[in-house]
């Protein structure tokens, strides 16, 4: 398995901007379709965005469409959520998720987590 670590997380106002980062070990990440998911306190994890193991293809959530740019980085072990136009419903702890399958394309998680990354926007 690989293991996840998330940064970036902090306090920003609506309307503002954060990058989340995550980073892979082992040599075997960019064999990974990955994905982000997010979940706030009294509600499940719901996905965000995930991206193909070579970036070619990235799928979004109907709430971040538009707002949300996922990339990954192959070379570095690395992928980013870009979040731009914040908005107090989008706090919550951000999950980094890898998946040898294709599940996590549509939604369904792989069996890899990362420990969370908390954002908070305030209005």
């Known amino acids: 398995q690989v293991q996840l670590v998330e940064s970036g997380g902090g306090l920003v106002q609506a309307g503002g901007s954060l990058r989340l980062s995550c980073a892979a070990s082992g040599r075997t990440f960019i064999t990974y379709n990955m994905g982000w998911f997010r979940q706030s306190p009294g509600k499940e994890r719901e996905f965000v965005a995930a991206?193909?193991?070579?970036?070619?293809?990235?799928w979004y959530a109907e709430s971040v469409k538009g707002r949300f740019t996922i990339s990954r980085d192959n070379a570095k072990n690395t992928v980013h959520l870009q979040m731009n136009s914040l908005k107090p419903e989008d706090t919550a702890v951000y999950y980094c998720n890898a998946d040898w399958s294709l599940g996590v394309l549509s939604g369904t998680p792989g069996a890899s987590w990362g420990q969370g990354t908390q954002v908070t926007v305030s209005s």
């Open positions: 991206i193909t193991w070579d970036g070619g293809r990235t």
